[in-house]
C-alpha cells in the first residue's frame, strides 16, 4: 500500500524529468514538421497550433491537466491521440515480454536443477560456458544471430512482424495473442507464435542466463542447509530435496532479483522490436524520439514508468504471499 | 474471491471444451506445431499476391493530416490507394490522373482543374468534382493538420462549373500545378471521410487501382485489386506491404523469400543479392540530393576558401569508392530529371587550383583553413563515410575540418536558427522537379544556410516570374552564379537500390518507393 502511495509522487517526478528532458536535447520538432518549403509565418502557426510558443511552464501544467483528464495531448508526426497510439502498441510489446518471460523463469529453472545436481565437471563445464554466452551476448546481437540462423540459413521462423499479413484473422483488441487463445483460433495462435518465437528467445536468453546464475547460487545454499540433510536422512532423493525442499527456499531471493531484472527486460523490447519490425510501444518510441515527438515521447515515457513501477509492485506483493517471513519484516 | 470465480469460468470453458473433442484437438495442435518448423506459415496465399518489405511505415491512412504522411517515401504506397490529382510518370514528368485538365488562368492567378469522368470509389459511387473541390478545400485549411500549408495554404476560392473548379490563389506560387502531383495531393470522398470520422484507418475508401483490405499501423497494409479502376488493372490481386525498419531485417525478409521485393538495403549488400540465383536488381537515381551546406560564417565567408573546398572534393571516386557506384555526381541542386537541369554548369575536381585559391588567402596544408562540418550518420546510405572521406580530401589541400555528428531533428533547430555550423550536410529531396522546390527553398526563405543579399535578390526575383522559359532559364543563372561563388556544394543524386525475384518486373520511379502497380 506504501509503496502504492508513491506511485503517484514517483510519476509526477518522471514527468517532470521527461519534459524538461526533451526540451533541452536539441532539435525542434516544429522545424522538422514545418519542412523546407515552409516561411517564417507557417512555422510561427504550427508552434502556436501545438501550444509550444508558450511557456514551459504553461505547457507543462497543460499536459498534466490534460493527463489528469485523459487527454494526452496528440503526437506531433503521427497527428493522431497519444492515448490511443500507445493503447494500439502496448499490448504487442506486453505479450512480447510475457512469452519472453515463459522460456526464461522456465529453462532457468531447468538449469539451475540440473547444475545443482549434477556434479560431474563434464557437464557443469559446458552448461556453465553456454550461461556465459547466453548472458554475455547482448540480446540484439542474439536478435541478428537468431534471425540469420532460423530466419535466413534455416527459414523456418519469420523474421519480422507481429503475425502474417496474409491471416485471415481479425482481432477485435489489440491483445491478439491472448484474443486467439481465448477464442481457441489455433491458427492464428500458431502464427503469432511463430512470429513471437524468435524476438522472445532473443530477450529471454541473457534474462534466462542471469536468472539460472542466482538460481543456482541459492539453490546450492539451500542445499547445504541443515534441514536438507534432515530430509535426505529420512530417505528421500537427492532431486527430490532439492525440488520440494531446497527449491521453496531458493526461488524467493531469485524471485526478487528477477522482479528487478524484469524491468531491463521490458526496455530491450525497444532495440528488439527494431530489429524485428514488431509493432509495439519500443519501435514507436524510437520514431517518437528520432522525430522529437514531444507529446508521444513523455506519454511513452510515463507508460513505461508505470510499468517498471506496476512490476515491482507485483513482484513486491509476490513476495509476501510467498515467504510469509518477509510479511513479519514489512 | 474474483480471481477464483474467473479461474473457475476459464477452467469451465477449456474442460468442456476438452471432453468433447480433446482428443482431435490434441491432434490438431500437434499438426499445427508442424508449421513451427517447417513449411510456410502462410495462411492462403495466393500467387497473385506482392509482397513488399517497405522501409518506411504508413502513419495513417489519412494522406493528408500528419508531417508523416507528407514524407516522399511512403507516397508510392498512397497512390495505391487513392488517386493523385495528377500523376507522374517513373521520369518524374506528369500526366492524367483523376484531373484530366489542368492549366493556369487570369496571368496565373487562377488555375482549373477538370476532374475525370467515369471513375469509381471502392465504395461503388462516383468520384464527383464536388469530391475535388472539398478535398482542395480541406488541403488549404490550416486545420485540417495538412503539412503543405506553404503551398495549400495559397488557394482561396473555389467555384466549381460542371466537371471544373476554379481556384483562385492568394498569391502567385509558381509550382502550384506540380504540387498537385505529390506530397498529400490525393483525391478523398467527402461523405465516406466525414462518415468514418477517427475510424478512417478501418474504412478507407479512395478511387485508387487498389482497395484497402487492412491496415495495422508499423505492421503492415493489405491491398486488394478494385476490378473498377479506371486505369490500367494491376497484375496482382492483393499487395502486402510489410513495414520493415532495420535494414538487415529487410535484407533477411528477400532471402529468406518471405518478400519478393524490398528496397534500401546497403549498396554492397545490394550487389551479393542480386546475383544471388532466383533474384535480380534494379537501382535508379531518385530526386534526392546529397549537398553540402555552407553558411556564411568563419573561413566560409572566404570566397577562395569556399571555391576550394568544392574543386577539392572528387566526387567520381567518392561515388565510387563509398557508395559503390550508386550516385550521380552533381554540381547544382538539379538532378538530371529536374526541370532547370543544365549539364553545362560543372565544378571540376582541380585540387591544384583549390591549393592555389587557399595560398592566395594565406591558407596551406601546413596553414591550414579551419572549419566544423557537421554531417548525419546512418540516416543517408555511407554518409559519414562520404563526410570523412571528403575531410580528408580537404586536408591534402589545405582545409582541416573537424567531423560533429548531429541528427535530423538538430540540422533543422539549427538551419532555422542560423547556427549551422560553416559546412553541414544534409540531403534535399524535390519529387516534383521544380527549381522553385530545390535551389528556390534551399537558398532563400528560412531554411537557407547561405544568406546574402546576392544570393536573396536573385532567387527572390524568380518567385515573382510568370513566363515559364524565362523562370526556367533564370534558375539555371542563379545555378551558374552559386556554382561560381561556391554557396553550396551539391554532391550527388542518391541511388536506390530495389532487389526483387527474378520473375518480376519491377518499374524504378525516380519519386523513389515501390508503386506496387507498376509491378509485373
Given at each position: 500500500m506504501r509503496r502504492l502511495l508513491w506511485l503517484l509522487p514517483t510519476l509526477f517526478g518522471v514527468a517532470v524529468c521527461v519534459?524538461?528532458?526533451?526540451?533541452?536535447?536539441?532539435?525542434?520538432?516544429?522545424?522538422?514538421?514545418?519542412?523546407?518549403?515552409?516561411?517564417?509565418?507557417?512555422?510561427?502557426?504550427?508552434?502556436?497550433?501545438?501550444?509550444l510558443d508558450r511557456p514551459l511552464a504553461v505547457q507543462f501544467a497543460h499536459w498534466l491537466t490534460g493527463i489528469a483528464r485523459g487527454d494526452w495531448g496528440d503526437s506531433l508526426s503521427?497527428?493522431?491521440?497519444?492515448?490511443s497510439l500507445i493503447g494500439a502498441h502496448l499490448p504487442a510489446t506486453l505479450e512480447l515480454v510475457l512469452v519472453a518471460l515463459l522460456p526464461a523463469c522456465g529453462g532457468a529453472l531447468c538449469v539451475a536443477l540440473l547444475l545443482t545436481h549434477i556434479r560431474g565437471a563434464a557437464v557443469r563445464a559446458p552448461a556453465q560456458l553456454a550461461l556465459n554466452i547466453a548472458q554475455g551476448v547482448p540480446d540484439f546481437l542474439w536478435a541478428l544471430l537468431l534471425m540469420l540462423a532460423l530466419g535466413v540459413w534455416l527459414p523456418l521462423l519469420p523474421v519480422s512482424g507481429r503475425s502474417d499479413p496474409a491471416l485471415a484473422s481479425d482481432f477485435e483488441t489489440s491483445f491478439h495473442l491472448l484474443e486467439a487463445l481465448w477464442r481457441l483460433d489455433l491458427h492464428a495462435t500458431t502464427d503469432l507464435l511463430r512470429h513471437l518465437l524468435l524476438p522472445a528467445t532473443s530477450l529471454a536468453l541473457p534474462f534466462g542466463a542471469l536468472l539460472a546464475r542466482v538460481l543456482t547460487v541459492k539453490l546450492r545454499e539451500a542445499m547445504a542447509q541443515q534441514y536438507v540433510l534432515s530430509a535426505r536422512a529420512l530417505g528421500l532423493s537427492r532431486m527430490t530435496v532439492m525440488r520440494r525442499v531446497a527449491l521453496r527456499n531458493a526461488w524467493v531471493p531469485a524471485l526478487a532479483f528477477g522482479g528487478t531484472q524484469l524491468v531491463f527486460l521490458l526496455g530491450g523490447t525497444v532495440l528488439i522490436e527494431q530489429v524485428y519490425g514488431f509493432p509495439g510501444v519500443g519501435r514507436l518510441a524510437m520514431e517518437a524520439v528520432a522525430r522529437r515527438d514531444l507529446p508521444l515521447v513523455q506519454g511513452l515515457v510515463l507508460t513505461f514508468s508505470l510499468l517498471f513501477l506496476l512490476v515491482r509492485w507485483a513482484v513486491d506483493l509476490l513476495l509476501l504471499w510467498v515467504d510469509p517471513r518477509m510479511r513479519i519484516t514489512a | 474471491m474474483v480471481i477464483d470465480s474467473a479461474a473457475f469460468l476459464i477452467g469451465a470453458r477449456y474442460m468442456s471444451f476438452l471432453h468433447r473433442r480433446g482428443f482431435l484437438k490434441a491432434g490438431a495442435a500437434c499438426a499445427l506445431s508442424a508449421p513451427f518448423f517447417g513449411v510456410s506459415g502462410r495462411v492462403e496465399v495466393a500467387s497473385k499476391t506482392l509482397v513488399i518489405a517497405y522501409h518506411t511505415p504508413l502513419p495513417g491512412l489519412d494522406p493528408a493530416r500528419s508531417p508523416q504522411s507528407a514524407n516522399p517515401t511512403v507516397q508510392s504506397i498512397y497512390k495505391a490507394l487513392y488517386d493523385p490529382y495528377i500523376d507522374q510518370n517513373p521520369n518524374l514528368s506528369f500526366k492524367p490522373g483523376i484531373l484530366t485538365k489542368w492549366a493556369w488562368q487570369l496571368h496565373k492567378s487562377r488555375i482549373a482543374l477538370t476532374i475525370r469522368r467515369g471513375a469509381l470509389w471502392h465504395d461503388g459511387k462516383p468520384v464527383t468534382a464536388d469530391d475535388l473541390a472539398w478535398s482542395l478545400v480541406r488541403a488549404a485549411d490550416p486545420a485540417s493538420g495538412n503539412?503543405?500549408?506553404?503551398?495549400f495554404g495559397k488557394m482561396a476560392h473555389f467555384q466549381l462549373r460542371g466537371d471544373t473548379v476554379t481556384v483562385e490563389l492568394k498569391e502567385f506560387e509558381p509550382a502550384m500545378l506540380k504540387w498537385l502531383a505529390f506530397l498529400t495531393a490525393y483525391i478523398l470522398p467527402e461523405q465516406a471521410f466525414t462518415a468514418a470520422g477517427k475510424d478512417w484507418d478501418n474504412q478507407a475508401i479512395g478511387s485508387g487501382p487498389y482497395r484497402l483490405d487492412k491496415f495495422e499501423r508499423n505492421g503492415f497494409i493489405r491491398l486488394k485489386r478494385f476490378d473498377k479502376y479506371w486505369g490500367p488493372k494491376p497484375a496482382f490481386e492483393t499487395v502486402i506491404y510489410k513495414?520493415?525498419?532495420?535494414?538487415?531485417?529487410?535484407?533477411?525478409?528477400?532471402?529468406?523469400?518471405?518478400?519478393?521485393?524490398?528496397?534500401?538495403?546497403?549498396?554492397?549488400?545490394?550487389?551479393?543479392?542480386?546475383?544471388?540465383?532466383?533474384?535480380?536488381?534494379?537501382?535508379?537515381?531518385?530526386?534526392?540530393?546529397?549537398?553540402?551546406f555552407l553558411s556564411n560564417k568563419g573561413v566560409m565567408r572566404d570566397s577562395n576558401v569556399r571555391k576550394a573546398a568544392a574543386h577539392a572534393i572528387d566526387k567520381k571516386t567518392l561515388v565510387q569508392k563509398v557508395l559503390s557506384g550508386y550516385g550521380v555526381p552533381v554540381d547544382t541542386l538539379q538532378a538530371p530529371q529536374y526541370a532547370a537541369y543544365d549539364p553545362t554548369i560543372k565544378v571540376p575536381y582541380d585540387p591544384a587550383l583549390a591549393r592555389q585559391l587557399l595560398a592566395a588567402s594565406g591558407f596551406s596544408p601546413e596553414n591550414?583553413?579551419?572549419?566544423?562540418?557537421?554531417?548525419?550518420?546512418?540516416?543517408?546510405?555511407?554518409?559519414?563515410?562520404?563526410?570523412?572521406?571528403?575531410?580528408?580530401?580537404w586536408r591534402k589541400v589545405g582545409i582541416?575540418?573537424?567531423?560533429?555528428?548531429?541528427?535530423?531533428?538538430?540540422?533543422?533547430?539549427?538551419?532555422?536558427?542560423?547556427?549551422?555550423?560553416?559546412?553541414?550536410?544534409?540531403?534535399?529531396?524535390?519529387?516534383?522537379?521544380?527549381?522553385?522546390?530545390?535551389?528556390?527553398?534551399?537558398?532563400?526563405?528560412?531554411?537557407?544556410?547561405?544568406?546574402?543579399?546576392d544570393a536573396e535578390r536573385r532567387v527572390a526575383a524568380l518567385t515573382l516570374e510568370q513566363d515559364e522559359a524565362r523562370r526556367i532559364a533564370g534558375y539555371k543563372a542563379v545555378d551558374r552564379y552559386f556554382a561560381q561563388q561556391a554557396y553550396v556544394i551539391p554532391l550527388l543524386q542518391y541511388v536506390q537500390p530495389i532487389v526483387h525475384k527474378k520473375h518480376l518486373k519491377v518499374t524504378p520511379f525516380v519519386a523513389g518507393g515501390i508503386v506496387a502497380q507498376a509491378v509485373k
Open positions: 519534459f524538461v528532458l526533451m526540451r533541452v536535447v536539441p532539435g525542434d520538432p516544429v522545424a522538422l514538421m514545418a519542412g523546407p518549403g515552409a516561411s517564417v509565418e507557417d512555422i510561427e502557426r504550427i508552434r502556436a497550433q501545438h501550444g503521427l497527428g493522431r491521440p497519444v492515448l | 503539412p503543405m500549408q506553404f503551398a513495414f520493415v525498419p532495420d535494414p538487415v531485417t529487410r535484407v533477411a525478409e528477400i532471402e529468406s523469400g518471405s518478400a519478393d521485393i524490398t528496397l534500401e538495403v546497403p549498396y554492397e549488400v545490394y550487389d551479393r543479392l542480386r546475383r544471388k540465383p532466383g533474384l535480380a536488381g534494379v537501382s535508379t537515381p531518385v530526386s534526392d540530393l546529397g549537398i553540402i591550414p583553413a579551419k572549419l566544423i562540418i557537421q554531417t548525419t550518420r546512418g540516416y543517408k546510405p555511407k554518409d559519414f563515410e562520404m563526410i570523412s572521406a571528403i575531410v580528408g580530401m582541416e575540418a573537424e567531423v560533429e555528428v548531429y541528427d535530423i531533428a538538430h540540422h533543422f533547430q539549427l538551419l532555422l536558427k542560423g547556427e549551422l555550423a560553416p559546412a553541414a550536410f544534409y540531403n534535399w529531396g524535390n519529387a516534383i522537379g521544380d527549381p522553385s522546390t530545390s535551389t528556390g527553398a534551399a537558398m532563400l526563405g528560412p531554411f537557407a544556410a547561405w544568406k546574402s543579399d
